[in-house]
C-alpha cells in the first residue's frame, strides 16, 4: 500500500481504463496530446511503483499550462469536438499524474466514462462501436474494483474474471431497455450537426485536380460507400459516381468554378425551399430509374456521389446545376441518402448560357502550345468532330495506363501527350477535356468513383477508394452533355472489370499494408474481409441508417396511425413486457436455485396447504404434522412416516430416495 | 471413549432416568428439568429467576444427587466478599507458608443463591470464576473442577437492596429460565405427598461426571444442517432488524443457541437438530440477552415465544 490507498490491482485497473478509453480518439487528435497524455500516466506509473509521492502542485500547475497554451496554439478557434477532446484526453493524464486521494480516482472514473461515450463521434463504423462498449466495460470494472477490497498482489495468476463478469451482466440487463430507446426514442441528428474536423480524413477525391504533379497514386482500399440498389446492380461500366464537376482550367490543374461555386451559386435547387432559377426544365429523364440508397463513409466534404441525372428528396441535400448533388454541411459521419437515377436522359440539350459557354471552352490559351498546334491542324484536317475518335484511337495505340506515371512539371498537358505517354485516369481526363476544349467543343472534367465491388452473399455494392475515378463530359448541340472516359479507350478492362482485377497481378498495385486487402486471392482472408465488410454496412443500414423517417415508419406500419398517446401507450406496454419478462426470470431463476430438498419441502406444503391445512410461519414439520394429524387422524401414520423422511432430508442430510419421496407426497390424499 | 453419536440409545436412556429422577422431587417440571440438563451438556451456566420458594434449591440439589456432581450452596449477601467464594491465602503455621484455602466455588455443581443480593465485586469474582473455569489468588491460578456448572438464581421482583446484573455479566449464562407456579395436579401431589427434602436422599445418581463429560463432548458432534441454521440466522437477523428489541443478538448469543439446540436434540435423543430443538431453546437462551423496545426491561420467555411465531421455519 502506498499513500494513495488503492493497491496494485486497483492503480493497474485505474491505469488500463484510462489507456483504453483515450487510445481510440487519440488516433484523431494531435500527436502530441496523446503522447503528453501516456507520459503522464507513465511518469505517475513509475513515481507509484518506486513508491514517490505525485509531483508538486507547481509542475502540475506548469504542465497544465502548457497543454493548455497547447490546445489554443492547435485548435483555433479552440471550439468543437477535436479540442474539447483534447482537453479531456490531456486533462485525464493529468489528473492521473496528480492523483493523491482515493476519491479523485471516482473523478478519473467520469472522467474515462465520458471519453468513451465520445468515441463513437470520430468513428461510427461496428468495430469502432465495440471498442466503445470494451472500453466502458473496462472503466466500469476498474469502476467496481475501486469498491473492492483487492490487497492481493497483480499477478496473472489470480487474475480473476469475476468483475469483469459481473459487470458484463449488468451491461447484458441493460441491451433491452437501450433497443427500446433507440427505437422509440425521438432520433436526434446529434452528430450530423456536430462539426468535426478530422485532418486524417483522407479521399480518394478532391476538388483540386493537378495530375501532373503527382508521380504515385496511393490506393487506398477504404470503403468510399456502400450502394444498396432496389434492383439489381447496373453492369461496371454504367457506374459512373459522379461527385463533383471540375470546369476551371489553368492549362495544368482543374477545379471547380470558383472553388466554392457549389456552395455559393444560387442555382443550387434545395427541396422545399423556393429557388430563385429553376434550370430543372434544362434536363430530360427517360426510361427506367436506377432507385438506391447510398451509405456515404465521412468525407469531411459536402459533395455527394450519385449515379447521373441523380435526384434525391432529402431535405439537406440540393441539386447543382451541372446534376451533382451537394450536402448542406460537410459529411463528418456516415451518412444515408437516397437516390433516383435515370441512366437516360439529356442535359441542356438545346443552348449553353453564355458564362458556361465560355467557362466551358476556356483551355487557357498558351500554356499548352504544342497541344493546341496538333489540334488546329486536326480541326483544319477533318473538322472538329474527328477530334475525340482521333484522339481515344491515340490513346488506345500509343499510350499506357499506369499508376507510377512520371512527373510532368512544366506544359503538362503538352509533356503528356507528346513526351510521357503515361498515365492514370486524371491525365486522360485532364488532357482530353482541354484538347476538346482547344477543337471548341465545351468540355468538362468529372471527378467521382467508377465501378464498385459486388458483395457475393449480401448483394450491395462496395465501392472503395481506390474506385476514384476521372472522366470528361462534352457537349453537343441537340444532345447535351455526353460522357466520355478516356481511359476506357487505353485500358478498357479497367472499367468493365474493375480497377482491382485490372491490376491484380501487378506489381503496382499496392493496398495498404494493414489492410485486409493484402491478402486477397487467398480465400479464408477474402471470406474474412467480405464478412467483415458485410457487418459494417448492416450496423450502418440498421443502426446508423435508423433515422426519424425510417422510424416514422415503422411506427407508422406498427401503430397505423402515429399519435402522440399511441406511442406512449406503446412505450408503456414495451416497459411493462421488459418488467414482466424481469420478474418471470427472476422468479425462474430463484426457483431454479432452490435446491431439490427446497423443491420437495414447497411439495409438500403446497399439498397440505391444498388439503385445507393452514400453515403459520412459526410451525415446525412436528406441528404441521400434529394439526395434520388432528384433522386426518386416520392418516397419521402416513403423515409420520413422510414427515420423518422429510426430517431426515433436511436436518439429518441423510441421503434419501428423493424420487419416491415425492410419488408419496404426490399421492398424499387426505380426508 | 464412546465418542459416535449416533448409537445413543444408552445415553438417551440416561437422560431419560436422570430427568424421571429428578422429577421425583419437583413435580410437573418436566421441561425445566430438561432445560437445566440441556444447559448442563451444553457447557454453559444457568441462571433461575422466580419468587422463592418455588423450587430453584430444589432443582439445583436434585441435580446434584442425580449426576453425582460435588454440589455446594453459597447464599450470597450484600456482605459477601470475594474471597468468601474463591478462597483466600493462610499462613500455615508447620510449614511456615501460605496456603491458599479453596473457597465453596470448588466444586462442580454450585448453586449461587440471590446472586444479585451481592455487591458487583463479588459477583465479578463468580462470574470471571464461571468464564475462566479458574480462580486467581495472590498471582497464582487455581484451576476449578470439571465439569463445572454453576446455578444462579434471582429474584426479580423485590429488588430493594439488590444490585442487578448487567446485561454484560447476563451474557455469561447461557440460558435464563424460571419455575413458575406449578398446576393444580402437581400442586395437589406435593401439598399431599412427602416432604422434598426427604425424599432427596433416596435419589440415585443415574448420570455420573464421566458420562456427563463425554455427553458434553458428544454435544458438538449434533449435526446442524443448513437448513437449521438458515432458520437460525432468520432468527438472529429479526432480533437485528424487526424493531422489537433495542439490541439485536450477538454472535455469542447465537452460537449459545446453536449449542443448546443441539444438546437439546441430544437430550431428545437425536444426533441431528431441527428447528423444533431451536425452539425449545430459544426463548430461556435469548430472553435474558434481549431488551424489549417497549418496556425497556428484559424480554420475557413469554414474550420471546411469542415473537418467534413470526420468523418463517421453513421458509419455502
Known sequence: MNELQLSRVQQIWLMSALVIS???????????????????IGWRAYLLSRGHAEPNRWVMFLLSVILGLGILAQFSPPVGIEPMSSILTAAAGLKFLEMSRRRESQLLIYLCLFISAIQPIFAQNFGSFLLAVFSIVVVLTAQSMLQRDTDQQFSLFNFSMEPIRQILRLVAVSIPLTLVIFVLAPRLPAFSVIPVQIESATTGVSDFMDPGSISSLSNSSEVAFRVDFEAEVPPARELYWRGLVLDDFDGRAWEPEGRRWIRDNASIIWPNRAT???????????????????????????WLFALPAAASTKESIGAARNLVLTNRIPISQPTKYDVVSHPQYRHQPNRLDGPQLRDNLDFSEGSNPRTEALI?????????????PNLLSLFNQEFVYTMEPPVYPGNAVDEFIFDGLRGFCEHFASATAAILRMAGIPARVVAGYQGGEIHPTEGYLIVHQYNAHAWVEYWEQGVGWTRVDPTAAVAPDRIEYGFEQYFLNDDVFDPSLFSLDRFRGMALFEWVRLQVDSLNYRWLTLVLGYDTSIQFDLFKRLLGDVTPIRLVLVLVVILAALLAIYLIWNRYNTHRKLSEQQKILRAYLRQLRGLGISIMPAMTLQDILDEA??????????????????????????????????????????? | MLSTVDSLDSFEESLGSAVAEISRVLYGKNETIKLSLCCLLARGHLLIEDLPGLG?????????????????????????????????????????????????????LLLADEINRSSPKTQSALLEAMEERQVSADGISHSLPAPFFVIATQNPFSLAGTFPLPESQLDRFLMRISMGYPDSADERQILSGSDPRALMDQLNIVLDSAELVRLQELVSQVKTSEVVLDYVQRLIEGTRVGGDFVH??????????????????????????TPD?????????????LTNRSSGSQASLEMVKEWIQQVDVLAS
Request: glycine share 8%; net charge neutral.
Open chain 1, 22 to 40: 483515450c487510445a481510440p480518439i487519440c488516433y484523431f487528435l494531435p500527436f502530441w496530446v496523446a503522447a503528453s497524455s501516456l507520459g503522464a
Open chain 1, 276 to 302: 430563385s432559377f429553376d434550370w430543372r426544365s434544362e434536363t430530360e429523364r427517360y426510361g427506367e430509374p436506377h432507385r438506391y440508397t447510398v451509405f456515404l463513409e465521412p468525407t469531411q466534404e459536402t
Open chain 1, 376 to 388: 488546329a491542324e486536326w480541326v483544319e484536317q477533318s473538322g472538329s468532330d474527328s477530334v475525340l
Open chain 1, 629 to 671: 394429524g388432528q384433522k386426518f387422524p386416520n392418516q397419521r401414520a402416513n403423515l409420520a412416516n413422510l414427515t420423518s423422511q422429510i426430517e431426515q432430508m433436511l436436518y439429518q442430510m441423510r441421503s434419501i430416495d428423493r424420487e419416491h419421496l415425492k410419488r408419496e407426497i404426490k399421492a398424499l390424499k387426505l380426508g
Open chain 2, 56 to 108: 430453584k434449591t430444589t432443582l439445583a440439589s436434585a441435580i446434584g444427587k442425580v449426576t453425582g456432581l460435588d454440589y455446594r450452596r453459597v447464599q450470597f449477601t450484600s456482605d459477601m466478599l470475594p474471597a468468601d467464594l474463591t478462597g483466600f491465602s493462610m499462613l500455615d503455621k508447620e510449614s511456615g507458608k501460605f496456603e491458599f484455602q479453596q473457597g465453596p466455588v470448588f466444586c462442580q
Open chain 2, 248 to 273: 439485536g443478538i450477538s454472535p455469542r448469543g447465537g452460537m449459545a443457541l446453536v449449542q443448546c439446540s443441539r444438546a437439546w436434540a441430544l437430550i431428545s435423543g437425536r444426533n441431528y437438530v
Open chain 2, 277 to 289: 430443538d431451536v425452539q425449545a431453546v430459544v426463548a430461556p437462551v435469548f430472553g435474558h440477552r
